[in-house]
């Protein structure tokens, strides 16, 4: 069956240090991965997209990998601030799935001043 | 203002009851979708509508009906439902095709309790 997890464990970090969450997924062939952040009670917001031929992508702080050798991709956030505490999700469009999402189960990031 | 916009933001009601959500985008995008996120579980996809095809995930029960009347509004129109049923239904709008895809676009949802 197809997957796509994420550690559901809590990621507590220190301001400033460099915050790095996984997205590991079995059984899909994905045309893009996505990374969206969700805070409490409202919707995901989308942060970066990367294609299943792109290695690397860097948007301001955050830097996202994509190996589909490995089936995963790493999201970075660099100097990491309290603002940054969220949740996070990884999601795939499959290349046959006409723009459908399907999204993993997230990891809540919790940045300490 | 995500450029998404949910009512009500949150709703309560009865098995017996019928009620709807309403989904209104103002970003002329040509999809819309409905997603449910219950505690601890991922979002799940429940409809779609692309390029006024209407596309459906076979798992979601009857007693949730979807309305698309134009590309900017999406309802889904609730009756006799469970308390499992209670959950954040979201609303979200992309636009297929003409280049780059910059990612969904989400309302802030419908907090919605079964009672």
């Known amino acids: 069956s197809q997957k796509i997890e994420q550690n559901s464990e809590a990621l507590n970090i220190q301001e400033g240090k460099t915050a790095t969450l996984t997205c590991n997924y079995t059984n899909y062939s994905p045309a893009y991965l996505q990374w969206y952040r969700q805070d409490p009670g409202r919707g995901p917001v989308f942060l970066l997209l990367i294609r299943e031929n792109e290695k690397e992508k860097r948007k301001e702080r955050l830097k996202v990998t994509f190996d589909t050798t490995l089936k995963q991709s790493l999201f970075h956030i660099t100097a990491s601030q309290p603002a940054d505490s969220a949740t996070y999700l990884c999601a795939l469009e499959l290349k046959a799935a006409g723009n459908k999402l399907t999204f993993g189960g997230g990891t809540r990031v919790l940045v300490k001043p | 203002e995500t450029g998404v916009t949910q009512t009500p933001r949150h709703l309560v009601m009865g098995m017996t009851n019928k009620k709807s959500l309403k989904c209104e985008q103002h970003?002329?995008?040509?999809?819309m979708y409905w997603y449910k996120q219950s505690a601890k579980k991922p979002l799940e996809l429940m409809f779609v509508?692309?390029?006024?095809?209407?596309?459906e995930n076979n798992s979601v029960p009857s007693r949730f009906s979807p309305e698309c009347p134009n590309s900017s509004h999406l309802f889904l129109h609730l009756h006799t439902l469970q308390p499992e049923d209670s959950a954040l239904y979201l609303c979200?709008?992309?636009?297929?095709?003409?280049?780059?895809?910059?990612?969904?676009?989400f309302g802030s949802g419908t907090r919605l309790t079964v009672v």
């Open positions: 979200a709008s992309s636009q297929i095709g003409g280049g780059d895809f910059y990612g969904y676009t």
């Open positions: 970003l002329g995008h040509n999809a």
């Open positions: 509508y692309s390029l006024e095809e209407r596309v």
